[in-house]
């Protein structure tokens, strides 16, 4: 493979730094990040009625080199915020601190110069690329607008990125609607890749394909990884990807993250009554525990994010508060971020009354304090849907012989 892996722009962030203080500040740094659309109302005259808050005071820390899952139902603001870091979205308020550097309201050159650093991976694979353009084209197109190599360099180039994710280099002169899904979403794969960039923006890049093909893109992603240090925030609905997948995970609601932890310590201890319920839609590969095992169905709709609840934005839906008498403090008090255990941290009043629950014994499959492993969890009315596994029910191997297995 002769594709390059060194960048060849210099460093964005113009302050000096040792080589120790790098090492130790996250890639990514994200303080209070808040984006709202405005909603207008009137034809001639148009009144701002409102606004839709689709991300509201995220806090959030990528390290170098790791793998962070943003989960949450449809609708929750994962993906504005992926968008947001990447400046495709002008924030409402907030920091985003990209490798020592504030570019909040960076714009122009300088911005430009910092999109080299970070780049996108779409959710669609049909609708991500230009049907007008080849494959080749597509892929060559962030070079071009960089001045990144010309002429037999650049197609060189390109073909060394085709063949680094897994299709022939000849398949460049093809047009998008030749090709099948998996192989689209590789050519987005590879497009990302063509600056070399130090951070990947994966918002939900495999929920549009087959099963099978699902395994086959998380493997290429963590072969990638592996061979050229990325850095990804790969949002997802499919808890078992993200499990498979990343190092820590953050769990969305409404705007709001209610959950950060490792990701084998949010399978094992959730403590957020929405985490709980997430993870009681995900199958545990053992019929001795998975027979034991109820859903948790969330009772009502979630919230409309232009005028979310008061307090704690899951109080209405919220199986722990009902247990506890539906205390006012849910209604009247919104929680904060707290550490709960190293490295985890719950955005609940009530935390630590999750830990040992009926409910979280059975999402984990493992005994707790006051609860014996095979009882029976709460349900509830039919109400919001929750994720189910997708690509945790298949085995497939990359071309790099790393296989996806549940």
């Not at 086959?216 to 997802?236: R, S, V």
Request: charge should be neutral; charged fraction near 20%; aromatic fraction near 4%.
């Amino acid at each position: 493979m002769t594709f390059s892996a060194t960048p060849e722009a210099g460093p964005v962030n113009p302050q000096a730094t040792t080589p120790a203080e790098a090492a130790s500040r996250p890639l990514v740094q994200i303080d209070g990040l808040t984006m709202y659309f405005p909603i207008t109302s009137g034809i001639l005259v148009s009144r701002h009625v409102g606004d839709v808050r689709a991300v509201d005071g995220v806090s959030l820390s990528i390290r170098k080199g790791e793998t962070v899952g943003l989960v949450g139902e449809s609708g929750c603001g994962k993906s504005t915020v992926g968008r947001t870091i990447l400046r495709l979205y002008r924030p409402t308020a907030g920091r985003i601190v990209f490798d020592g550097q504030d570019i909040t309201r960076v714009e122009g050159s300088s911005l430009r110069a910092v999109r080299r650093r970070m780049q996108m991976i779409f959710q669609d694979p049909y609708a991500s690329l230009n049907p007008r353009m080849t494959a080749a084209g597509i892929i060559s197109e962030p070079l071009e607008i960089h001045g990144v190599s010309s002429g037999r360099e650049r197609r060189d180039r390109v073909r060394d990125l085709l063949a680094t994710v897994g299709l022939d280099p000849d398949y460049g002169d093809r047009y998008p609607h030749e090709f099948s899904g998996g192989q689209r979403q590789r050519i987005g794969v590879a497009r990302a890749l063509a600056l070399h960039p130090d951070l990947i923006v994966a918002d939900e890049p495999i929920s549009a394909l087959d099963v099978s093909i699902q395994a086959q893109i998380i493997n290429l992603l963590e072969h990638l990884q592996d061979e050229f240090g990325l850095t990804y925030l790969f949002i997802a609905h499919d808890l078992s990807v993200v499990r498979h997948i990343s190092d820590r995970i953050a769990v969305m609601y409404l705007g709001k993250i209610v959950e950060v932890t490792g990701s084998r310590d949010l399978y094992e201890r959730p403590l957020h009554p929405y985490s709980v319920a997430l993870l009681s839609a995900v199958p545990i590969p053992d019929p001795a525990v998975e027979t034991r095992r109820r859903r948790i169905i969330l009772t009502g709709d979630v919230p409309s994010p232009s005028n979310p609840p008061s307090g704690c934005r899951f109080h209405t839906r919220c199986w722990l508060r009902e247990r506890l008498g539906n205390p006012e403090r849910c209604v009247e008090e919104e929680p904060v971020l707290r550490e709960m255990a190293t490295g985890h941290q719950v955005a609940c009043h009530f935390a630590e009354e999750v830990d040992g629950t009926v409910e979280q014994v059975q999402v984990t499959g493992r005994p707790g304090k006051g609860a014996p492993a095979g009882s029976a969890g709460g349900g509830g009315p039919a109400g919001a849907g929750t994720v189910a596994g997708g690509a945790a029910a298949s085995t497939a191997t990359s071309p790099a012989g790393t296989s996806l297995a549940r």
